[in-house]
Structures are given as C-alpha cells and as structure tokens.
C-alpha cells in the first residue's frame, strides 16, 4: 500500500542556517513526488515535483529535493532559511487512481520554526 | 483570477443549520476535491470529481453532500453537522492523467466551526 512517511513533526532551526527535511515513501511503482508548504491560514502551495530524470529537482522559494531510490527518500533541503520560510511542509505521493484521476498520499507535515 | 478559490474563508454553525462550501477553479482542470485538515491529523481526502462525476467517496458520512454542475465549480453542502467537524475543508483541483502525475493546485480554505 502507499504511504508517506515525515519522521520529524516540527523542527526548529536558526534563520540563516541550511535546512532539510525527510519524506520516505512506499509505492509499488515509479513514484510521482511532490513537496507542498502551508502557511497559517492558506492552503498548500506547490514547492516541486518530482516524475523522472535528474534526480535532484529545484523548486521556488530557493527549495530543492532529492530522489533517492534505494532509501525511498524524497528529501527536501534549502541552504538558508529565511524567517518567511516558517510553515507547514508536506510531502506527497501521487497515484493513478482508477482509470482516471489521479490521488495523493500525503504525510503528516513537518512544522517548521524560525528563529532569529 | 486565476487558481482555485473557495467561499467563505470563515463559517460558524449550529449543528442544526444547513450551509455550503464553494469551490472554483480557474485553470481548466477536470478533477476536483475535497479534503478535511483537522489539527494534528493528516490531510483526509473527502470525495473526487472526475470530469464532473464522482469517483471517490471516501466513507464520508452523509450529513456532507457534495455537488459539481461543471468542471470548474465544486460544493460542500452541510447539514446537521456535529461538533467533531470542525476543522479546514481544502478544495483542490488537477488534470486528469493516465498516470497519476499531475500535481494538485489548491484553495486557501474554509475554516469551518460547529458551535
């Protein structure tokens, strides 16, 4: 069965400093992968995706992610935080679902802090 | 306008009352959803639109009927709700693919309260 798995609920880091964050997967197929981040009061908002090729995908804000196969693992990584940055980060997996449409399987977000 | 856009951002009701969510989508997507963010749970898929039809239903109990006249409009009509309801309704839509890879664009929600 598929699932996303974000082993660190919160985290906290210093403004400035280098971030990641871990998303491991289950999928009997090649896996569809995404990063969405939540701001208190909105909704999700696409950081990057992940279909095929270079494993290692850019996305907005200056995030990055990287595939790893062999670990299930899609981590994402930014090389300095900025306070803005502070939000609600989830990874998710996107499944044919049917015939059509498509599904996500999402994690359980990983809440990130800021501090000067 | 572009993206996907739900009214109201904010509800308060009474357990009795009966309301509607809204859903629109402004970028020719042909599927559509619904998702409940309750504090300290994961995001739960509700019900799929598919090309106006629905084709999930994820034991949703009844007391939330959804509804979609056309591809870029989606509804959550509320009735006799309970208390365990409070919580984010996140509307989201996507293409269609025959793989699965397309990726979900969503609103900023409704944040709704059961008194």
């Known amino acids: 069965a598929q699932s996303v798995t974000q082993p660190d609920i919160h985290i906290t880091v210093s403004e400035g400093a280098s971030l990641e964050l871990r998303c491991n997967y289950s999928y009997g197929a090649t896996p569809y992968l995404f990063w969405y981040v939540q701001s208190p009061g909105q909704g999700l908002q696409l950081l990057l995706k992940y279909f095929s090729g270079d494993t290692l995908v850019q996305g907005i804000k200056g995030f990055e992610a990287e595939f790893k196969r062999s670990q299930s693992s899609f981590n994402l990584r930014k090389p300095s935080v900025h306070w803005s940055d502070a939000a609600e980060y989830f990874c998710?997996?996107?499944?044919?679902?049917?015939?059509?449409?498509?599904?996500?399987?999402f994690g359980t977000g990983t809440s990130l802090t800021v501090i000067p | 306008e572009t993206g996907v856009t739900q009214t109201p951002r904010h509800l308060v009701m009474g357990m009795t009352n009966k309301k509607s969510l809204k859903c629109e989508q402004h970028?020719?997507?042909?599927?559509m959803y619904w998702y409940k963010q309750s504090a300290k749970k994961p995001l739960e898929l509700m019900f799929v639109?598919?090309?106006?039809?629905?084709?999930e239903n994820n034991s949703v109990p009844s007391r939330f009927s959804p509804e979609c006249p056309n591809s870029s409009h989606l509804f959550l009509h509320l009735h006799t709700l309970q208390p365990e309801d409070s919580a984010l309704y996140l509307c989201?839509?996507?293409?269609?693919?025959?793989?699965?890879?397309?990726?979900?664009?969503f609103g900023d929600g409704t944040r709704l309260s059961i008194l």
């Open positions: 989201a839509s996507s293409q269609v693919s025959g793989t699965g890879n397309q990726p979900q664009h």
């Open positions: 998710a997996v996107g499944a044919l679902r049917g015939s059509t449409g498509n599904q996500f399987y």
């Open positions: 639109y598919n090309f106006k039809e629905q084709t």
């Open positions: 970028l020719g997507h042909n599927a």
